[in-house]
């Protein structure tokens, strides 16, 4: 008699178990800030690692939320860590939170991308829908540090002009990457 025969003789009832069910693991996400004060404005960098899917998507979504509520001068969601994103996850980065930071006044700017990811945002959105990408969150803070006008000249620019292109918040004097780097 096998288990199952001896388990519906007792009186239990048998469980059924979804085939993706015993293969499941815990996903795994993690998000951290730093916060770099510079005199253009505080640069919030937004470190997540792991897996974006669909069960760790609410607290990435939550992490980036209140990196947008922090209203600092430039956000940077550096991805570098992430081993796995889902659809979901990836309209949060391009999108989403893009479109939040705009909202508020803020440049952002998303860094270390990984090569299919990068492809993929190439193939689905028009390149001027694409938030400013860099290859790791240090050459954004370069680059940001390199464009940032003085604090007074901040102040009396106002927030950016939301008119040239999708975003708003892309600062035209950042460098873009070109065929031969960076």
């Known amino acids: 008699m096998s288990a199952r025969d001896a388990s519906a003789s007792a009186g239990a ?3 059924a178990v979804h085939p993706l069910q015993q293969y499941s693991h815990a996903s795994v996400c993690s998000c951290s800030r730093e916060i770099l004060p510079d005199p253009g404005g505080d640069i919030l960098i ?4 792991g897996e ?19 209203k600092p001068a430039h956000l940077i969601v550096d991805v570098a860590g992430v081993g796995f994103c889902c659809a979901r996850g990836l309209g949060l980065f391009v999108v989403e939170t893009a479109l939040a930071a705009a909202g508020e006044g803020i440049g952002y700017v998303l860094t270390g991308l ?3 990811l990068e492809r993929l945002c190439s193939v689905v959105w028009a390149p001027d829908f694409l938030p400013v990408r860099y290859p790791s969150a240090a050459r954004a803070v370069s680059a940001i540090r390199r464009s940032a006008p003085a604090p007074d000249a901040a102040r009396e620019a106002g ?12 600062p035209a004097e950042l460098p873009t990457p070109t065929a031969e780097g960076w």
């Open 13 to 15: 009832h048998p469980v």
């Open 46 to 49: 937004v470190r997540v690692a």
């Open 52 to 70: 974006v899917d669909l069960l760790t998507y609410p607290a990435v979504a939550a992490a980036l939320t209140e990196g947008v509520a922090a």
């Open 114 to 116: 990984p090569r299919q």
């Open 159 to 170: 927030p950016p002009d939301s008119r040239p292109g999708m975003w708003g918040s892309r």
